[in-house]
């Protein structure tokens, strides 16, 4: 296959000074023949080995064309990492990959779907690395939560893998969090997607931290969705007429009943009028507030603290170049000279 596009490659890496030059050597041979223009964009995500030593290397006039390097400054997670390669990316096409879970031979196929019919292509690894059994089930029911509210299993119908096309990126761009926005809006903002499933041994096994997925997970439910809020609004709704209910069953006990303790009908009005509505009430303005703190301190969700490219390029080696024209396609006005000469 061949496709007379430009395709971008987003590559995250951490710590793999000794797989990194592998990487781009299997990504350019897949690459290279298939599309008529490529970058390869690799971010690193704080390695604190020598892979930024190793990435100057290869950029260097002797070594690989095309690359892009991000060297960011703090360890930040995957999809932020990742949007710092695909708002930097000039493709036409912006594949993003984990070259040590995901296979890059798999790319053609996923960009002939993204060249021909959707606007997001995702391809899922039916062979994932092994993660610990207090992970797998905190994702499991991350999934099961994340499908109740948007109707879609983010880790089957949205995986890490996928290939967008520029306008899909440049819709992304407009929201207020792009690098969250991103892992789930291709998926749910309504653009035509395709998703593929194939099957690769993973190169390394990936353990994740499962506090840092948490955080992400409940991040990511709260920013894309309504539905935890008004869970909250119906829980608080029910506890208004409960309480109500209670109330009228405590009026009636006291007009009924001769023998009820002294202080128990005012102090029952004051707990069920008030107690759980106060706590449901106080638990939503407390996450409005922390939300709009974590909002207002927020500093930028990266910082690139150096970035290099490859000494030689292979589009700017194809600029102002022009092919003679045979006589046939020459201007009529250079021919007509040419007969009078």
Same mark, same amino acid.
């Given at each position: 296959?061949?496709?007379?596009?430009?395709?971008?490659?987003?590559?995250?890496?951490?710590?793999?000074?000794?797989?990194?030059?592998?990487?781009?050597?299997?990504?350019?041979?897949?690459?290279?023949?298939?599309?008529?223009?490529?970058?390869?964009?690799?971010?690193?995500?704080?390695?604190?080995?020598?892979?930024?030593?190793?990435?100057?290397?290869?950029?260097?006039?002797?070594?690989?064309?095309?690359?892009?390097?991000?060297?960011?400054?703090?360890?930040?997670?995957?999809?932020?990492?990742?949007?710092?390669?695909?708002?930097?990316?000039?493709?036409?096409?912006?594949?993003?990959?984990?070259?040590?879970?995901?296979?890059?031979?798999?790319?053609?196929?996923?960009?002939?779907?993204?060249?021909?019919?959707?606007?997001?292509?995702?391809? +899922?690894?039916?062979?994932?690395?092994?993660?610990?059994?207090?992970?797998?089930?905190?994702?499991?029911?991350?999934?099961?939560?994340?499908?109740?509210?948007?109707?879609?299993?983010?880790?089957?119908?949205?995986?890490?893998?996928?290939?967008?096309?520029?306008?899909?990126?440049?819709?992304?761009?407009?929201?207020?969090?792009?690098?969250?926005?991103?892992?789930?809006?291709?998926?749910?903002?309504?653009?035509?997607?395709?998703?593929?499933?194939?099957?690769?041994?993973?190169?390394?096994?990936?353990?994740?931290?499962?506090?840092?997925?948490?955080?992400?997970?409940?991040?990511?439910?709260?920013?894309?969705?309504?539905?935890?809020?008004?869970?909250?609004?119906?829980?608080?709704?029910?506890?208004?007429?409960?309480?109500?209910?209670?109330?009228?069953?405590?009026?009636?006990?006291?007009?009924?009943?001769?023998?009820?303790?002294?202080?128990?009908?005012?102090?029952?009005?004051?707990?069920?009028?008030?107690?759980?509505?106060?706590?449901?009430?106080?638990?939503?303005?407390?996450?409005?507030?922390?939300?709009?703190?974590?909002?207002?301190?927020?500093?930028?969700?990266?910082?690139?603290?150096?970035?290099?490219?490859?000494?030689?390029?292979?589009?700017?080696?194809?600029?102002?170049?022009?092919?003679?024209?045979? +006589?046939?396609?020459?201007?009529?006005?250079?021919?007509?000279?040419?007969?009078?000469?």
């Amino acid at each position: 296959m061949f496709f007379n596009v430009f395709l971008s490659v987003v590559i995250v890496i951490r710590n793999h000074s000794d797989d990194i030059e592998n990487i781009v050597v299997e990504a350019t041979r897949v690459i290279a023949p298939l599309v008529s223009d490529y970058e390869i964009i690799i971010v690193d995500n704080a390695s604190d080995d020598a892979s930024v030593a190793v990435l100057k290397k290869l950029t260097l006039e002797n070594g690989h064309p095309n690359l892009q390097v991000y060297a960011l400054t703090k360890e930040v997670n995957a999809d932020t990492a990742s949007w710092v390669g695909l708002e930097s990316a000039l493709g036409d096409f912006i594949a993003v990959i984990d070259p040590l879970v995901d296979d890059f031979a798999f790319i053609p196929e996923m960009l002939d779907k993204a060249v021909t019919e959707a606007d997001v292509v995702f391809a +899922n690894n039916k062979l994932k690395p092994r993660q610990s059994l207090i992970y797998s089930f905190a994702y499991m029911v991350f999934d099961t939560l994340y499908k109740c509210f948007n109707g879609i299993h983010l880790a089957k119908e949205a995986p890490q893998f996928r290939i967008l096309n520029k306008k899909v990126v440049n819709f992304i761009l407009q929201h207020r969090q792009p690098s969250m926005t991103y892992r789930h809006l291709p998926a749910t903002g309504g653009f035509s997607r395709v998703n593929l499933t194939y099957s690769a041994a993973p190169k390394i096994s990936h353990t994740k931290r499962l506090g840092e997925s948490i955080d992400r997970g409940m991040r990511m439910l709260v920013s894309t969705t309504q539905a935890p809020m008004r869970l909250v609004t119906t829980l608080s709704l029910f506890g208004a007429f409960s309480n109500l209910f209670y109330s009228v069953y405590v009026l009636a006990i006291a007009f009924l009943k001769a023998d009820v303790a002294a202080g128990w009908v005012s102090l029952s009005l004051q707990q069920s009028g008030m107690f759980f509505l106060i706590s449901l009430v106080l638990l939503v303005l407390g996450e409005y507030i922390l939300q709009m703190a974590s909002l207002s301190n927020e500093g930028p969700p990266y910082h690139v603290a150096q970035e290099f490219t490859s000494a030689r390029m292979t589009r700017r080696e194809k600029l102002n170049i022009e092919a003679p024209l045979p +006589n046939k396609q020459k201007p009529t006005l250079e021919i007509y000279a040419e007969r009078r000469a």
